[in-house]
C-alpha cells in the first residue's frame, strides 16, 4: 500500500506474522528501471517472503523491472491492475487495464520471460485485480480477463473483490462505495481450481479470513493490517496453530531491528508511524500511540520512547491513571 508498506513496515509485519506473503507499495516500472533502487527497493532480509508489486503497461518496461526486482530479491513480481487514482489512469495502468486484457496479457508473458532468463527464473508473476470497472457487471467478462491472463503465464490472481469506478470518486471511495461481490472470487476459483486465488476487500477479522479461505486459497488484509496490526498475529497463529504472543512480546522481537536502523541514522518517526495501532482497542492504547506520535519527531528520539510508550500499557501504570 502506497505510502504505508514500506520496508519499515514490512520488517515489523514480519515479527507479527511469520508466515505471511508481504507485499510492497506499487512501484512504476519506470522508477525500478531509472530511479534509486537502493530507496525504492530497500528491503530487509528478515521480510521474505516479500512480493514488489509494480505498476505500468509497457511490456518491454515491465519486462526489464521484473527482472531487475527478481534478481535484487524480490519472491514475487505482481502487477497492479486494481488502482484508480486519476494520475494511474492518465498513464493507462492500474484498474484502467481491466478493460484490456489483450494487453495485461502482453506485459504478463513479457515478464515471465524477462524473469525466466533471469538469475531467479523461478519467481512467479502474479496479478491483482478488481472485479471490473465502472458499471461492468459481467461475469464471463471478468472470466474472460482472467482467462486471457492466465493463457499469458499468471497462476496467481488477488482479487479486490468489487468494481473500481473510474470517474467521480476519490481512491479512498473506491474502497469503500463500490459493493463487495466475494461471491464472484469463490465462483473464479471453483470454474479454475487450477489457479490460485486470493481474495481481498474488507476483511478485517480472524473469523471472516478463516471463512474466506473456505472458498479461496489466500485472503489478502490491506486497511486492517495497518489499523490494526495485531489482526495479522492473530490470523497467522491460527492458520499455524501456534499459540498468540502479547503485544509487548512481538514489539520486543522488533527492537533489534529498530536499534540497527536508528543507527543507521533513520528517524525514528519513519518506524514508529508503523506502530501507533499495535495497542488498538486495549486498555492504554491511546496513550501508547500518543506518546510515540507526540514524542518521536522530536530530534535524538530512540528506544527510550518505544519503552515510555510500552509503560503506559503496563496493568500498574493502568492502575495509577484509574
Ligand atoms: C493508503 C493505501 C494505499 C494503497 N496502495 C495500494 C497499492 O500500492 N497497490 C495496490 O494494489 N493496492 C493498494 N491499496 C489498496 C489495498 O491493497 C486494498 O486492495 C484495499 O484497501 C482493499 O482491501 P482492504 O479492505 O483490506 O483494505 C492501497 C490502499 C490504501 C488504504
Redesign the pocket.
Known amino acids: 500500500?502506497?505510502?504505508?508498506t514500506d520496508t519499515y513496515c514490512r520488517a515489523f509485519h514480519r515479527v507479527l506474522a511469520p508466515s505471511a506473503l508481504l507485499y510492497t507499495?506499487?512501484v512504476h516500472a519506470n522508477a525500478v528501471i531509472h530511479g534509486d533502487r537502493s530507496k525504492l527497493l530497500a528491503m530487509d532480509p528478515s521480510e521474505h517472503p516479500v512480493a514488489l508489486?509494480l505498476g505500468g503497461s509497457d511490456p518491454d518496461l515491465l519486462a526489464q523491472a521484473s527482472r531487475i526486482s527478481a534478481e535484487w530479491g524480490f519472491d514475487e513480481i505482481n502487477l497492479?491492475c486494481?488502482?484508480p487514482s486519476d494520475r494511474v489512469q492518465a498513464g493507462r495502468f492500474g484498474a484502467c487495464l481491466m478493460r484490456e486484457p489483450a494487453l495485461v496479457a502482453d506485459c504478463v508473458a513479457a515478464m515471465k520471460q524477462a524473469v525466466g532468463s533471469s538469475a531467479r527464473p523461478d519467481v512467479p508473476v502474479t496479478v491483482?485485480c478488481r472485479l471490473g470497472v465502472d458499471d461492468d457487471d459481467d461475469f464471463e467478462q471478468f472470466l474472460g480477463f482472467i482467462d486471457s491472463v492466465a493463457e499469458a503465464g499468471c497462476g496467481t490472481f488477488v482479487v479486490?473483490a468489487r468494481n473500481a469506478w473510474l470517474k467521480g470518486l476519490s481512491p479512498k471511495e473506491n474502497?469503500e462505495v463500490p459493493p463487495l461481490r466475494y461471491d464472484w472470487a469463490y465462483r473464479l476459483k471453483s470454474l479454475r481450481p487450477q489457479l490460485a486465488i486470493l481474495v481481498?476487500?474488507?476483511?478485517a477479522a480472524v473469523g471472516a479470513a478463516v471463512d474466506h479461505l473456505v472458498h479461496v486459497d489466500g485472503v489478502?488484509?490491506?486497511?486492517?493490517a495497518y489499523h490494526d496490526p495485531y489482526v495479522l498475529h492473530r490470523l497467522d497463529a491460527r492458520l499455524t496453530g501456534t499459540p498468540e504472543r502479547p503485544r509487548e512480546a512481538l514489539l520486543r522481537d522488533y527492537l533489534p531491528y529498530v536499534r540497527a536502523q536508528l543507527e543507521r541514522g533513520v528517524p525514528l518517526k519513519h518506524i514508529t508511524r508503523h506502530i501507533l495501532g499495535l495497542f488498538l482497542g486495549e486498555r492504554g492504547g491511546r496513550a501508547f500511540r500518543q506518546v510515540l506520535s507526540e514524542g518521536a519527531h522530536r530530534p535524538g528520539a530512540g528506544l527510550d520512547l518505544i519503552e515510555a510508550a510500552l509503560g503506559c500499557t503496563r496493568a500498574d501504570a493502568l492502575r495509577r491513571s484509574a
Open positions: 500500500m502506497m505510502d504505508w507499495e506499487m508489486q497492479n486494481g488502482c491483482k479486490h474502497r481481498n476487500g474488507g476483511i489478502m488484509l490491506g486497511r486492517a
